[in-house]
Every structure is written in structure tokens, then in C-alpha cells.
């Protein structure tokens, strides 16, 4: 078992390198077939000023004036090695500027994924364990709440009440903590009801499961019931959703970025998508490619571990049905 | 009794609270109801210190709710009203952080489906200190002595193994065992069995049977035991209790109610048991013996062999198999889960091909054939399933269900299939105002009917009956099989049967095939099988049978094997 499983996650390991790797080659080569060369929109634009000798160094120093399949094959083993490259507006490693905004995104994307799970956590435990006369019904309520209202809406209410009321932060400064404590139970809020729904509803699907009541029969809790056999099956599922949703965290976090002029990655795309400055645009889109397949690859691996039945190579054909199924047949197929 | 011996430690440790007179269960007119329907009324029964008790009916009579109000596992939008008292307490008026510690300690569970009754994502051992943790045994590694010990006590014959496995790597019969040592590790005074055996083999049926039996004979415990077999109650327990629609029909000693039932229900459920009235149906099958001798072979299967390989092992389902049916008669394959039944009628239906060796339907061969000509194949061989539950799509009209292969085989004019349709549903006993009705609002006999009329409805000659009752009660089975000889009576078909209930074979095959571990062990027609057989698998098969008439033997729980056989 310990065996087929390393196996199986080195196999993954290395198909999402390769998807990572044709993610470079892909958009590398979209941006080059698009049409509007930068070098003439930007470089070549008046108003900025360059002279054509400084033209000319940042084509050389790019690399630009080369054949498309040579600077593939450079930029691709730069990206291997970490070298993304340097920046066509400011000449600095596009590594070490991504570096200095990451962090911040980072925080705000985790603090909202955390948080949503906590909130999501919370309402699948009451709509079980709180008994019906204190108010399972509004528990339950909240996702639908959580959903129809406009995000705004709550980070208004958030800032009226926690900035102005009690003056925890100071609204002109997006950096602070507590602004990004708010900012992410923001975004978090529509997150965290899209994940509870899914986990609510396969808590009530594995609470009406006959071992759920054979359990009970055997003089368990509530909260142990729950804690030990009900949320382990649910969650599986919801590590499918929480994958998907990353990139909708992610996504949320740059808008954010951007419309409250936070330093991170948001801010740093705006301003290279106004420069177009490729280089910059290509590390970020590879880099949130991986974010991606690094999720996905994290839910592949998580999920032979919460349940003992996946399998972990293809289906072998076997002879099953209701009737002849487990008897003589060794009834897992986990070995490579 | 070397592990009644083993057990005595524990059961020294737990010191019971001291015996108050009185039955231990006293149910006095218990009246259950989901919403406005009432689905138990006025149900009374008691159960002494030590006895044993079932109550028997069909689905829908309500046993299984009475058990679970016992349990008190009733769904939310059940009201109980009633008294029952166990141990002198008053289990419905008890508020939960009361009745709790009764759970596991007082009263505990079996369940029916062993295969949904474990936490699949859990290991064994996790689930069994659940149990364990009701001894007030501090010490987790004794816990997992006295786990290994009842498990080992029922019949696992390795423990260790199955405390660390997975409910899924267990066969149903080992999970079976699993869920009765947890049941009765906390050492309850009360055991009620909702079904524990119709979920499996009946010779894995009746070690657990034997099992449940003995335990309650060496731990003293009594025994409610929810059935819908009348054979199976009637060689277990003291009383029965017989229930229809929610009420009692007839109660009293086993004895008294099985050999003499004076209620008409009660005399029915008897008749219905295939083992006591092997002869049955013989008006309607016996005729068919005439065709052996003349008939032509419909199918011929010849020396068969199918692998597998699973985990990189070769497992042979089906090794060598050959057998034949003359025209108009009834072939029953049987034998326990994984001895090859489904695989060989997989490769009859042309599902699988085989290695090695042919068959031949109708004198065509199927081997090497196209998809194409499989499908004209398949317009003579028809299937119905184990399960109506879920062989039907339950979006749709029972009109369109049995209409389906006819639109698949663009038979007819579409005025002239209503017609076929009609005629289909009118040959299984079901008029036309079921055309417009979903599966959902049939029962389990009902929905039968509809899967064999879509068979019927082609006007095949072969139908391939893969366990049609093993899902539903023994008088809906009654009911089934007689449609299903009456159409055999009448167009002439030719069935291929199979099941593992020897019983029912017993009452409508012409000729049996015993298959073991992808082999056919022995042959012939059904007298010579059953009257004369030759071989000890055959005869053990024969021997589970649940007749009712062992009368008492379960009073001598050590003369069987302990061990479950693991192949």
C-alpha cells in the first residue's frame, strides 16, 4: 500500500511537470503568434521617449532579434533554472520583481481559503449537531444568504462597521493587517457558502447512511459521530471544490489588488499589461499555471488518503457484480 | 467452548447491574407513524432474559421500523407512540442523554447490509474501539485484546488481519461477523437482528444464523431477530411474532405458530417458503421433463474457460464449463459469490468473450462475432436482472421501459408496439394502468414484472435469470416464480437460471449445473441433484437450506465449523 502509493504520487509528480512545462511552450508561443509586436507598440511609441540605440540594446538584451524556436528554447531552460528573464520596461529580473509582490498575495489568498473553510467547517458541523429547535434551519440558511449577497455590499458593511466604527484600520491603508484580516473574510463569504453547500450536503447524504445509524447504535455522540465518521467521507468532494475554487480565490484576490491599489500580483499585471511587457506577462501567466496544477496535483494526492477505495492505477476488468463481488476476488487493485 | 473459555475475563470485569423481574423487552401497543400514514398500530410482544424472538412479515409490514423504534433509530419525522420498556425503563419517554448509555451496553445492533453498515473510509480496528470503548477499559492495547478475542470468538480467522483492514477488503459474510462481535463486545442484554443474513449466500446465511444462535446461547443475551423468512425464524427462536401492514397477525411459541399457523397470512408466508413445498409448482414444471429427451439443445455451452488477472494473479472464473438446455426447459446454475455463475452467463450474453471453447445459442455460435450480429443474437436471449430497485431508469414510464427494445429493434409500427407493450405487461399479470406509472411507485414485485415484460416483449426464446428474486420477500418470490413458470408453460421458453437459493431451484429447474470456484462440480436434473448427490460441495449447499424443520437444533450450537472458509 505505502509502496503503490509512492508510486503513484511520483507518477503525478512528473505529469505535472509536464503539464507545467507545455503551459510555458503554449503561451510562449500564443504570445509570439499575436498580432501587435510589442517592440513597435511600446519601444517604438514617441511618447516614451526611447532612442533607437536604446531600442536596439533592449532587443539584443532580449534576445528579440532571434529566431522563435531559439528564444523558445532559451527562455523555457531560463524558466527550468528560475531565470524568468528581465523585464522589457524597467531591465530588472522579472524573478525578483514577481518576488516582491507575491508574498502579499500569497497572505490574501490563504487568509480568504482559510477562513472560507473555517466558515464552511462551522456550518456543516451545526446544520448536524445543532438539534433542530436551536436553529439548524437558519444554519443551513446561510450559504443561500452568503450567495445572493454582492460581495460589496459585505465589504462595505465590513468597513463601515470595523474601519469607522471601532477603528481597527485605517481605510486609506490597504496594507495593513486588519484591512486584510476584512478583505478576506470579503472574499471569502461567497467561497465558503459554495463549499459548504457541497460539504452540507454530503454530510446529510453519509448521516443517512446505514452505518451512520450502526454507529449510533454503538453509543457514539453526536460530536464524535460527526468528528469521526461523518466529515472524513464528506470531504471528499469538497477537496474536489476547494481545487476549483483556488482559482477562483486567486482571481478574486488580483481584482481585489487591483481596485484597492494593494501592492501583489494584481497590481503588477495591470501595470505589465499596460506596458505590454511580455516577459513579465509570460512568467505570471506560467506561474499561475502552476498554482493550478500544484492544486490539482495536492488533490490527487489527497484524496487516496482520506478513502481507502480509490483505486490507484486504471480500472482492471473484473468480474463484479451485486452478487459475485467480494468473496474470493481480492476486491482492491492498488499495486502499479 | 475453548472460547467461551477466552472470554471469561472480560465478562468477570463487567459486572452487570443485578437482574430486575420481568420480561427484558416489553413492547406494549406500539403505534408508529411517518407523517399522517401509519406504518405500525398497536403492536405488543414481550421478550424474557435469555429468549429469543422474530417478528416475520413481508416489506412494508412494518418488523423493521418496530426494530429500529426499539433502537430508537427512527428517522426524524417518525413518532412513536406505545410503550416500550427495556430492563424496566421506558426507552420512548427517556430523553436521549438517558437512553444513551443503553446503546452498545443495553441493546445492541445488527444490521442487515453488512456491506453499508462499516464507515467504508475507516479501518475495522478504528470502528471496533468505538465498541470497545463502552467496556470502561481503560487501556487501549486490552481493549484491542478483547477485540481480537471476539473477533477471533466469531469466527474470523485472523483478527489481526481484519482490525487493520478496510470494510471493503472483507467478503459480506466476514463483515457480517465483523458487525455482530462489535454488537456483542460491550455484552448487551438485548440483540436485535434486523435481517442480518439477506444480504448474503445461504450457506454463508447459515453459519451466521449458527453464529448469532450460539452467541446468544454462551453470552445469555435475547435475541429480536427481524426476518421476512419464515423457515429461517422458525429454526432460530422461541416466539414469532407474524406482522402484516403494522399489525400483529399471529403470535406465539415457534412451535405452536410454525407447525399450526391459524391465521390465513400466517399460512401463506408458510406455503411460500420454498423449502417446505418443494413440490409446488410441479403441475406447471413437470410437463417440461418430457422436452429434456426429445428437445433440442437451445444452448450449448462447451468447455469454457475464462481468466482474469487481477493484482497480476490469473483467476480463473470460469474453467472448463459445459452444459446444454433442451428447447422449453429450465437450467439452474448455482453456487455461492464468486464461483463463476455471473461470468458464464456474461459470456452466454456474449458480454464477455471467452479463452477458450464455444457456445452456441439457437444452434448459432457467438463466438467471433460482430457487434452487429450479436445484436440479432441478443432479439432471442433476453436478460432480467437481480434487482428491480435498480435495473429500471426511475424517470421513466413503465411504458417506455417495456417499450425500449422494441424501439431498439425498430419492431413493428409504433401503434403496433403499444400494442406488443400491452400484451407484455398483460402476460405478466399487470393491466393498463400501469402504463403511465414510474418504477418509484411500484413495489419490488411489481417492479419484477415490468423487468421480465421487458424481456418478454421481443417474444424471445431464451431468458437468462440472473437472481430475479434474491431482492424481494418470500412471498413476492412466490409470486414471481409463478408468473415465471406460467410463461414458460405457455410460449415454451427456455430459462436459464441462476441463483444460490437452492430451495427455489429445487421447485422450478429441470436440470442443475453445482458450480465451485469457476467449475461445474456436479450435473443432472434436478431429481438427481437433489435426492441423490454425489458430491460433499453439492450436499453442503443442499444443507443450508433453511427449512425450519431442524427443530432445535440451534439448541446445540457447537456442531457446526467455526471458521468462516476463506477461498
Do not use: C
Not at chain 1, 144 to 155: E, R, T
Not at chain 1, 159 to 170: P, T, W
Not at chain 2, 190 to 207: F, G, H, M, N, Y
Not at chain 2, 223 to 237: G, K, N, Q, S
Amino acid at each position: 500500500m505505502r509502496n503503490a502509493y509512492l508510486v503513484y504520487a511520483a507518477k503525478r509528480i512528473v505529469q505535472a511537470v509536464v503539464v507545467i512545462l507545455l503551459t510555458y511552450v503554449f503561451t510562449f508561443i500564443v504570445v509570439s503568434i499575436l498580432p501587435g509586436d510589442p517592440v513597435t507598440n511600446v519601444l517604438r511609441n514617441p511618447q516614451n521617449g526611447f532612442s533607437e540605440e536604446e531600442i536596439q540594446a533592449i532587443i539584443a538584451a532580449q534576445g528579440l532579434d532571434r529566431p522563435i524556436p531559439v528564444q523558445l528554447w532559451d527562455a523555457l531552460s531560463g524558466f527550468v533554472t528560475g531565470d524568468l528573464g528581465l523585464s522589457m520596461r524597467s531591465g530588472r529580473p522579472v524573478a525578483t520583481m514577481i518576488a516582491e509582490v507575491l508574498p502579499s498575495t500569497l497572505i490574501l489568498a490563504s487568509m480568504t481559503l482559510a477562513f472560507s473553510l473555517i466558515i464552511a467547517g462551522l456550518i456543516g458541523y451545526g446544520s448536524q449537531a445543532l438539534p433542530r429547535k436551536y436553529g439548524q434551519g437558519i444554519v443551513r440558511g446561510i450559504p443561500s444568504l452568503f450567495l445572493s449577497v454582492p460581495n460589496f455590499v459585505i465589504g462595505l458593511l465590513l468597513i463601515h462597521i470595523f474601519g469607522f466604527q471601532f477603528g481597527l484600520f485605517r481605510v486609506i491603508d490597504p496594507n495593513s493587517f486588519w484591512a486584510t484580516f476584512f478583505a478576506s473574510v470579503t472574499l471569502a463569504t461567497p467561497i465558503s457558502a459554495q463549499i459548504a453547500e457541497v460539504l452540507v450536503a454530503n454530510l446529510d447524504n453519509e448521516s443517512r447512511q446505514e452505518y451512520a445509524a450502526v454507529a449510533r447504535a454503538r453509543g457514539l455522540r453526536q460530536v464524535r459521530l460527526f468528528f469521526l465518521h461523518l466529515l472524513k467521507p464528506s470531504s471528499l468532494p469538497v477537496v474536489t471544490v476547494i481545487a476549483l475554487m483556488v482559482g477562483e480565490v486567486l482571481g478574486n484576490a488580483l481584482i481585489t489588488e487591483t481596485v484597492f491599489g494593494r501592492t501583489g500580483i494584481g497590481s503588477l499585471v495591470q501595470r505589465s499589461v499596460s506596458t505590454q511587457d511580455l516577459p513579465v506577462l509570460q512568467a505570471i501567466v506560467s506561474l499561475a499555471a502552476v498554482v493550478f496544477v500544484v492544486v490539482n496535483l495536492i488533490a490527487d494526492l489527497v484524496y487516496p488518503l482520506l478513502d481507502p477505495r480509490v483505486k490507484l492505477v486504471g480500472a482492471v476488468r473484473r468480474p463484479t457484480t451485486a452478487d459475485e463481488g467480494s468473496a474470493n476476488i481480492p476486491s482492491r487493485v492498488v499495486t502499479e | 467452548m475453548a472460547s467461551q473459555d477466552k472470554l471469561t475475563p472480560p465478562l468477570t470485569r463487567i459486572v452487570t447491574a443485578p437482574r430486575r423481574a420481568g420480561p427484558l423487552l416489553r413492547v406494549e401497543d406500539l403505534s408508529v407513524s411517518y407523517g399522517p400514514q401509519e406504518v405500525v398500530t398497536g403492536v405488543g410482544f414481550e421478550l424474557g432474559r435469555g429468549e429469543s424472538l422474530a417478528l416475520i412479515g413481508e416489506s412494508g409490514s412494518g418488523k423493521s421500523t418496530i426494530a429500529r423504534s426499539v433502537l430508537r433509530l427512527l428517522p426524524g419525522n417518525a413518532r412513536a407512540t406505545g410503550r416500550i420498556t427495556f430492563d424496566g425503563q421506558e426507552i420512548l419517554a427517556l430523553p436521549e442523554r438517558r437512553f444513551r448509555p443503553l446503546r452498545g451496553r443495553g441493546i445492541g445492533f445488527v444490521p442487515q447490509d453488512p456491506g453499508n453498515a462499516l464507515n467504508p473510509v475507516r479501518t475495522i480496528g478504528a470502528q471496533a474501539q468505538e465498541a470497545a470503548a463502552l467496556l470502561d477499559e481503560p487501556d487501549k492495547a486490552i481493549r484491542k485484546e478483547l477485540i481480537l478475542e471476539t473477533f477471533a470468538q466469531v469466527g474470523l480467522d485472523n483478527p489481526g488481519r481484519a482490525y487493520e483492514s478496510y470494510p471493503h477488503q472483507l467478503s459480506g459474510g466476514m463483515l457480517q461477523r465483523v458487525l455482530i462481535g462489535l454488537a456483542v463486545l460491550p455484552r448487551p442484554a438485548l440483540l436485535v437482528a434486523d435481517e442480518p443474513t439477506s444480504a448474503l449466500d445461504v450457506t454463508i446465511q447459515k453459519r451466521i444464523l449458527e453464529l448469532l444462535s450460539r452467541l446468544q446461547q454462551d453470552l445469555d443475551i435475547s435475541l429480536l431477530l427481524i426476518t421476512h423468512d419464515l423457515a429461517v425464524a422458525a429454526e432460530r427462536t422461541d416466539a414469532l411474532v407474524v406482522l402484516k401492514g403494522g399489525s400483529v397477525q399471529e403470535a406465539g411459541s415457534t412451535a405452536a405458530v410454525f407447525s399450526a399457523p391459524s391465521s390465513a397470512y400466517a399460512r401463506k408466508l408458510r406455503a411460500d417458503v420454498p423449502a417446505l413445498n418443494p413440490d409446488r409448482y410441479a403441475a406447471l414444471r413437470d410437463p417440461g421433463f418430457a422436452r429434456l429427451a426429445d428437445g433440442k439443445a437451445k444452448i450449448a455451452v462447451s468447455g469454457v474457460t475464462k481468466t482474469f488477472s487481477v493484482d497480476g494473479k490469473v483467476l480463473k472464473a470460469v474453467d472448463d464449463v459445459s452444459f446444454a438446455v433442451p428447447a422449453g426447459t429450465t437450467h439452474a446454475l448455482v453456487g455461492e459469490s464468486g464461483s463463476g455463475k455471473t461470468t458464464t452467463i456474461r459470456l452466454l450474453l456474449g458480454l464477455d468473450q471467452p479463452d477458450h471453447g464455444d457456445i452456441t445459442v439457437a444452434g448459432t455460435p457467438l463466438a467471433g462475432r460482430s457487434q452487429q450480429a450479436l445484436h440479432a443474437v441478443w432479439r432471442h436471449l433476453q436478460l432480467v436482472y437481480q434487482n428491480p430497485f435498480t435495473s429500471l431508469d426511475p424517470t421513466w414510464k413503465v411504458e417506455h421501459l417495456v417499450r425500449e427494445p422494441l424501439d431498439r429493434f425498430r419492431i413493428g409500427t409504433p401503434k403496433e408496439r403499444g400494442e406488443q407493450v400491452r400484451e407484455a405487461l398483460a402476460s405478466v399479470g399487470l393491466g393498463e394502468q400501469f402504463l403511465s406509472r414510474r418504477p418509484t411507485a411500484l413495489s419490488g414485485g411489481q417492479r419484477q414484472r415490468v423487468a421480465i415484460a421487458r424481456a418478454l416483449v421481443l417474444k424471445p426464446d431464451v431468458i437468462v435469470l440472473d437472481e430475479p428474486t434474491s431482492a424481494l420477500d418470500v412471498s413476492v418470490q412466490a409470486d414471481i416464480v409463478e408468473v415465471l413458470l406460467s410463461l414458460q408453460a405457455k410460449l415454451g421458453l427456455t430459462y436459464v437460471f441462476v441463483s444460490h437459493d437452492l430451495a427455489l431451484v429445487r421447485q422450478i429447474a429441470h436440470t442443475v449445473s453445482v458450480m465451485h470456484r469457476g467449475r461445474i462440480v456436479e450435473h443432472g436434473t434436478v431429481g438427481e441433484i437433489f435426492d441423490n448427490p454425489r458430491q460433499p460441495y453439492t450436499r453442503s449447499l443442499l444443507k443450508s437450506i433453511p427449512s425450519g424443520i431442524e427443530g432445535g437444533t440451534h439448541r446445540n450450537p457447537h456442531a457446526f465449523p467455526l471458521k468462516e472458509q476463506i477461498a
